[in-house]
């Protein structure tokens, strides 16, 4: 008699260790006005609309803010992980100025900061190899201490860590300290982003560099644990490359609205395709991915703040 066949092993889960904050946006007149924001935030929201299955690790706040993000990331299906915090939630102030979008952040004391390595791993003591996502405020120091532990017992363990550097140097007290914390955050991940504006200060470039570039930069940022990477260059587009393929595409044409959690969004669409197959991939799978990445992005980009597409939302624009 034969026998069944296997089950199929389930799709591992995304486990996000980050800054969930309100991003207070300033108007002409003065007022801000809040959304929902932080950028490991945003890439969780659009793994998640996208099907995946997302596990958000920092605590939530006690404070209205703090529980106005926790119904969001429930109702994106997102699983909170940790227990809430007294602490207050951090706040980011966004202004325009043309194209350029600027940050001011308050996060002294704040709920996502209300953690230890020992917390994170026990919490995840009993769970399966998955995906860590880290990366953005984590990485400055004194912060980023924590957050390598974390990598470090995961990647010990079998786990696959993925990275978005989303740099902000207006919070270093030293940038010479912050770029070494980001380059060991580095010498750890498996799958990593970078932007022509994190290359520019890492790298200490004249001047962000351009897609036509991303070829020569890549080796400069490659570490030997890196299995894929992505670089994005805004509205000239993105590169994407698995396991030695790569693909180069320009952005999607878009009305631009503003592009707060673009380039989340676009990362957050990449770990949702490899969720899906974190084995490997052949070169049209690598182009198909970073189309549809830059799909979404553009879909997030028509709309104010930060907002992925769901999947039939992507599905339908012909991502």
Known sequence: ?????????????????????????AEPDGRLRPRMGGSPFNLARAAARQGRAVRWLTPFSTDAFGQTLRRQALADGILPGSPVSALPTALAVVSFEGEATRYGFYREGIA???WSPASVLAALADHPPGVLH??????VPPQHAATLAVMDALAQRGW????????????????????????????????????????????????????????????????????RGALTFGAQGA??????????????????????????????????????????????????????????????CSRAGCQPPTRAELDAAGG
Request: aromatic share 6%.
């Open 239 to 300: 590169w994407l490359t698995v396991a030695g393929d790569r693909a180069a595409l320009p952005a999607c044409a878009v009305q631009v609205v503003d592009t707060v959690g673009a380039g989340d969004t676009f990362w957050g669409t990449c770990l949702a395709d490899w969720l899906a197959d974190p084995v490997g991939a052949t070169r049209p799978q690598v182009e198909q991915t970073l189309r549809r990445a830059l799909r979404a992005a553009a879909l997030n």
């Open 134 to 139: 880290t990366g953005s405020l984590m990485l």
């Open 160 to 227: 696959t860590i993925s990275l978005d550097i989303n740099l902000r140097p207006q919070l270093a007290g030293d940038l010479a300290d912050y770029r070494a914390a980001v380059w060991a955050a580095l010498a750890r991940a498996h799958w990593v982003k970078a932007s022509d504006e994190d290359l520019a200060v890492l790298m200490d470039l004249p001047r962000p560099p351009r897609l036509d570039e991303a070829e020569a930069l890549w080796p400069r940022l490659q570490r030997p644990s890196h299995r």
């Open 112 to 114: 996502d900061r209300d």
């Open 1 to 25: 008699m034969p026998h069944p066949p296997a089950a199929a092993p389930s799709a591992p889960v995304l486990h996000v260790l980050g800054e969930g904050l309100m991003d207070c946006f």
